[in-house]
């Protein structure tokens, strides 16, 4: 039976010695149902030293919480990008291929690092100036100038947990005085809750190259699909079961602002009818604003 240590250290040590048995794995003649892309073959992790730990913190001014120093202590990055290919531009045409931190390289990564610390202000601010018309209940009434709504959306997130960049934009919540640091999924103000810890973060971004997947034959279809396994449903469904009693300090109203962020806390959006499956929606909409489905200016 699959065993998922609890414990931060033994877990980092873990996904470490799971993922890199599975990197090993030759993707061209392997005969097991899951096999690493040819990109991920042979990669290792290449841990951080304390003392190199110390000096990112300083360069960037941020702090990572305990078991985000362990993480990088045990694991922090890989030893190659990750290549995700592109399809063409234009009618054949070929595919590209583009190579992006598996997770960031805090030793090199520095130009991607620096956009995303700033992702958080630049991407919700145009949520907040733009179309889509973001305007939390706690911010008050909402000025006519976007001068005056830049300095009060500035202020909140300066008193905000500060979000420390991961992987793409999923950011780990820095703030000491929560027991459970979550990790975020951010794109403008369409923002979730990826895992309600380190750990239950991992575990789901990584499912794939830690074996926790598995293929399910579907007699009527007469087809294979894969789904998550038994052991990541159990973990996951228990991560979020006392999740409505959660709280994330400032982050959890903007999260409540659209229908997609309601399932990170237990709750059922407000325009889920069990039945269809619903557009990205407002919750919240100040007066003379317009209920209209999310759209992000990228």
Known sequence: ????????KDFFHWVKETTESFWSKGPLYSSDDFIPETWAYGAKWVPLTEDEINA???????????EH???????HTI????EIEQEPQFEGGK??????PFFYNWLEDESEIRSRL?????????DVLGPNGIWLKSWGNRP???????????????NAPRLVPLTSHRFLVSEPNLTDRPALSVYGSDIIVY??????????ELRSHLNLLEVIYDKEAQCNFIEFGKDLKTILASSFADASQKDIPYWKEMILIWSSGWSSFGLKSPFDNGETVQPIMKTYVPENGENSQKRFIG
């Not at 699959?2 to 931060?8: A, D, G, S, V």
């Not at 990112?56 to 702090?63: D, H, L, T």
């Not at 595919?95 to 992006?100: A, C, G, S, V, Y």
Request: proline letters at 6%.
């Open 1 to 8: 039976m699959l065993r998922i240590p609890e414990n931060y």
């Open 56 to 66: 990112i913190e300083q360069k960037y001014g941020v702090n990572f919480m305990p």
């Open 69 to 75: 120093r362990e993480f990088l202590k045990i694991l």
């Open 79 to 82: 030893d190659r990008k990750e």
């Open 95 to 100: 595919p590209t291929i583009e190579k992006r």
């Open 118 to 126: 700033d992702w958080p202000y630049r991407t919700i601010l145009q």
């Open 144 to 158: 006519a100038s976007d001068e005056d709504k830049e300095r009060i959306f500035t202020n909140w997130l300066n």
């Open 195 to 204: 895992g309600w810890d380190l750990r239950i973060y991992l575990l789901n």
